[in-house]
DNA sequence: AATACATCTTGACAGTGTCAAAATGCATCA
DNA sequence: TGATGCATTTTGACACTGTCAAGATGTATT
């Protein structure tokens, strides 16, 4: 039944260790190679080296364990997006392109995470958990000061920070998803796509 | 059995009548009813009255008929859109209102009919039909041909009708997703959002 | 050492997509 | 007409899925 190499924390506590968690690394193993549409618990247990209902000690149902790899995703996009808005290194300008550039390259990057933090299956139907809500609202708040502050610099245009940052979000959104879902196919043509997007928001001096 | 009422088309062929035809409208049915994650194929044959393979006839298997959904879904769409381009009695403008809207409507009005449209297991791995290609490219290619236009009158910004088109499609894309997909609560606030993003694309003369 | 509890396993059930083989009905040709 | 061929449909089967119930096992606490 072999421990995992990487088994640092603490001691382990029961049976197999941390089984959450080496669910959850397995799982977004399986998920980055077949995608989420293939991920199985069974395939998933047996992965970790348990029997297949092991995971429902840790996870109410398969639809839970999702939630918690979604909430990680926006954890770490979380992060990031603060990260970068905080570089005062650089302008606010470069900024927002630093902003939209990473938010298509974080999508494209982690195709099969995307999907899953934004995939109707979680959203829908009051599917999302407790735990997920917790991490992603004030995630997508953060996109919201970041275009307030944006407008009131006079890098981007318009007044009502809500609408904007919903159309901007929804354009990068957009654009990701049709490359992601392969209807736009010419991914070495993204940057370029997201740089004519990034455009269309700034505000031009002349 | 009970033939469906609505056969009129020259005479039932063989045993069923038209098997095909009528699977495609019970699984449209179906699709509305309970969303496409529900949908299966033996519920779908129930539903015909006929046996669970009785499918397999008319289609090589269950991504096949998707496909072909997507493609009634795309051909609809395409018409849709055709139609309000040729619209002689609105401006361009007007017809750039209309087509955004349009667009985003259409979505939110079929949300199952749509993902499945632009859900990417079908687009994703060699898994479209034939038949969805040669009805989604051309539906693409109007779009583009329509944004050449509009910036060729001076409705819309920008100089590369393809660029354009992908940064106005994604944005649509987006926006429209973001509702169906419930991250967008706010649905009475739909349009108020579209009006925002296309008040980004238009040129203003002031 | 005994008890309580978290954890894990085995067994089971209904549901899924899809294949192979057999049955059925229709159309056409002798 | 009857016989033949083929499109269509069915029955049976298989491997796979998520998830529940009941039991077994290990750990912590008294």
């Not at 039944?1 to 197999?16: C, D, E, F």
């Not at 290194?89 to 999508?107: I, K, P």
């Not at 139907?125 to 997508?140: D, G, I, K, M, W």
Request: aromatic share 10%; net charge neutral.
């Amino acid at each position: 039944m072999s421990l995992s190499s990487s088994q640092v924390t603490i001691r382990p506590s029961y049976h197999h260790g941390d089984l959450r968690q080496a669910l959850l690394r397995a799982a977004k193993q399986l998920i980055a190679e077949a995608g989420i549409e293939n991920l199985s618990l069974r395939k998933l247990a047996e992965r970790a080296g348990v029997s297949r209902t092991a995971p429902y000690h840790h996870f109410s149902d398969k639809n839970d364990l999702l939630c918690a790899i979604a909430a990680e995703g926006f954890r770490r996009r979380h992060q990031s997006a603060a990260a970068n808005f905080d570089n005062r290194a650089r302008s606010m300008l470069e900024r927002f392109h630093d902003y939209a550039n990473g938010y298509v390259q974080f999508a494209v990057d982690n195709p099969e995470e995307y999907e899953l933090m934004f995939g109707r299956s979680i959203w829908k139907h009051q599917n999302s958990t407790e735990e997920l809500r917790h991490v992603a609202y004030p995630c997508f708040q953060h996109q919201v000061d970041m275009v307030r502050c944006w407008q009131d610099c006079g890098v981007i245009s318009g007044n009502n920070a809500l609408r904007s940052a919903q159309v901007i979000w929804g354009a990068l959104h957009g654009i990701a998803k049709l490359f992601i879902d392969g209807i736009y196919t010419d991914t070495a043509k993204i940057e370029e796509v997201t740089h004519c997007a990034i455009d269309m928001f700034v505000i031009k001096y002349s």
